[in-house]
């Protein structure tokens, strides 16, 4: 497993060297930072001295590879609109965005792993056609739609939460409920097709013979196999909630990374936008690597050797 751990660690640092390369010359693609932070009336010679002064006359890849040694010794430059460090703009909204992802993906586990349990056993059922449904319907809704539906509900009509800032924990209902419809409509319909089959399998019905109680086979037995693929899309959800916000932290006023990261690209940031590709693609490589070594629990059978 050790060995494992450290080879993943390893190409984890060349996914994020070829994350942030990419994002580097994209971004100088967009345009020139300095027609947006000069006035409109700079002459040639101030534009020159502004660009001079950030470095942004030099060959891009002289520039990457500057950007690439500071990066290296934690230094991602100073942000052209914040004038000053970029990393520290970016690790002061991300507590904002994990506690926004963590609460979606709580509520779409805590809601979807029952559905689709009750919806995998009670085949053809009233629960099961709601379950379907549901499922359906939660794919299928923008999560822009649903964001402004919620706030037009439960923050204008019925005006029992807020719908923009953050603060309290009724400040996170609202974005979190949307954040997560998308990937609670996943996570059950998988487990249900998961549990569907598992049931089948020989074993269960060995379990069954043997006179255990339908939970035990149930939550024991089956829901522990079924829980693989699921784990998988679980982790891949996560990591496309945490960079994935961007929509919902807006619509809703949220401080974090997402919101963050539309105004740093809207002002052509360079050196905030490469901070907050970096920090996003180091949580999202480590919740991958979680997840592998979460399925040596779900199923003993799987080592890495």
Do not use: C
């Amino acid at each position: 497993m050790t060995k494992y751990i450290v080879r993943r660690l390893q190409q984890s640092v060349l996914v994020i060297f070829g994350v942030s390369l990419v994002v580097f010359f994209i971004m100088h693609m967009t345009g020139d930072p300095a027609t947006l932070m000069l006035p409109l009336d700079a002459t040639a010679e101030e534009v020159y001295q502004f660009k001079e002064s950030l470095g942004l006359n030099d060959p891009l890849p002289t520039q990457y590879f500057r950007f690439l040694g500071g990066a290296v010794q934690g230094d991602f430059g100073n942000s052209l609109r914040h004038n000053s460090p970029a990393l520290p703009l970016v690790m002061e909204r991300l507590p904002a965005t994990f506690q926004l992802t963590f609460l979606a993906m709580a509520i779409a586990v805590f809601i979807a792993i029952p559905i689709g349990v009750i919806s995998a056993t009670r085949r053809y059922s009233i629960f099961d056609y709601v379950g379907t449904v549901g499922g359906l319907l939660g794919q299928s809704m923008p999560v822009f739609w649903l964001g402004i539906m919620l706030i037009l509900l439960f923050g204008v009509q019925l005006q029992v939460l807020p719908t923009s800032g953050r603060g309290t924990f009724a400040h996170l209902i609202l974005p979190a409920i949307t954040l997560g419809t998308y990937s609670t409509a996943t996570i059950m319909r998988l487990l249900r097709s998961g549990m569907v089959e598992v049931l089948k399998q020989d074993y269960i019905k060995t379990a069954q013979s043997k006179g255990l109680s339908e939970k035990v086979v149930i939550y024991k037995h089956a829901l522990k196999n079924a829980l693989i693929p699921v784990a998988t899309v679980i982790g891949l959800q996560f990591g496309a909630l945490l960079g994935g916000a961007v929509i919902t932290e807006t619509i809703f006023a949220w401080p974090g990374v997402g919101r963050l990261a539309i105004q740093a690209i809207n002002n052509r940031d360079l050196p905030l936008v490469q901070s907050i590709v970096f920090i996003m693609a180091s949580s999202i490589v480590l919740i991958n690597l979680l997840t592998d070594v979460a399925y040596t629990y779900l199923d003993p059978r799987i080592r890495y050797d």
